[in-house]
Structure formats: structure tokens, C-alpha cells
């Protein structure tokens, strides 16, 4: 008669492992950017306008818990300065970025996912600052006599 298998034990690092690049890829791809785009996105389009027609969307969809979406120049917008936070932060700390994630965070995702990490970070940080601070600037004179000679003219077309 054959006797009971017992099954292997699983290994602790190869589960520590595990885990730490699902947090890898959460923290940096999957979750972390696009939220950043989108965030950012919405607050940049508040301030910025983009001419030309754009058709693009970009969702994010967690059933249950999330559900976040940006569309057309929101998306440009969030892209383009999550793409500025991320060159800037690569030219100017490098390694250094990684370094501090790694230290600071206790997780080892590696230089270029602690460089989007941060780019992230750092990209709904500055664009929730400039929005923030443009708000509440005082309106510019010029541009509220463009926007009711525009409105005039949208009004009484030829």
C-alpha cells in the first residue's frame, strides 16, 4: 500500500518574492501611473486648453472599488506631465530615486519602477499645486474682455 504524500511546504522567499513584484507592478504600472494621469490630467485641462479635436479616453476599472476615467485633452495632459516628471526626475536623481524608494518604502522595485513611482507622486503633486495656485490668482482683465467679446460674437453670428 503507497503511503500519504505530504505536499511541499511552500518556500518563504519564493512568496516574499512573489509578493514584492506584485507590489512592484501595482505601485508603479498597473495602479499608481494611470491614476496619476488621470488625476493630474483633469487638473491640468482645468487650467490648460489644448486646441484640435481629440478622441482619446483612458479608464481604469477595479469592480467594486474603483473606477476612475479621463477623455481627450485630459489625457494628453496627464501623459505629457507624467512623461516631464518622469525625464526630469531620471536626468536630474537617477539612482538616487531608487535608492530613497528602496530605503524609505522597505520595497525593492527596482530604479526604473521607483523612478515611475515617484514620477507618479510628484506629477499629481505639482499639477494639484499649479491648480491650486492659479485659482487663486486674481483673474486676468485681458483675458475676461476676450472671453465676453467671444461670447458676443458666439452670440450674434453673421
Not at 8 to 13: A, E, L, Q, T, V
Not at 63 to 79: A, H, K
Not at 98 to 112: A, L, M, R, T
Request: net charge neutral.
Amino acid at each position: 500500500m503507497d503511503s500519504p504524500t505530504i505536499p511541499p511546504k511552500p518556500d518563504p522567499i519564493a512568496s516574499a518574492d512573489l509578493l514584492t513584484q506584485a507590489v512592484k507592478v501595482i505601485f508603479s504600472w498597473a495602479i499608481l501611473m494611470p491614476i496619476a494621469v488621470i488625476v493630474s490630467g483633469k487638473l491640468l485641462s482645468q487650467r490648460f486648453s489644448l486646441s484640435g479635436k481629440y478622441d482619446d479616453q483612458f479608464n481604469i476599472r477595479i469592480p467594486g472599488i474603483l473606477r476612475i476615467r479621463s477623455t481627450n485633452q485630459e489625457v494628453i495632459l496627464g501623459f505629457a506631465g507624467f512623461l516631464l516628471s518622469l525625464l526630469v526626475l531620471g536626468c536630474v536623481f537617477g539612482a538616487h530615486v531608487y535608492d530613497f524608494v528602496k530605503s524609505h518604502f522597505g520595497v525593492d522595485p527596482g530604479q526604473f519602477n521607483s523612478l515611475c513611482i515617484l514620477s507618479s507622486l510628484l506629477t499629481v503633486l505639482w499639477s494639484s499645486t499649479l491648480y491650486v495656485l492659479t485659482a487663486a490668482a486674481p483673474p486676468d482683465p485681458a483675458s475676461a474682455e476676450r472671453d465676453r467679446l467671444g461670447s458676443e460674437i458666439a452670440a450674434h453670428p453673421k
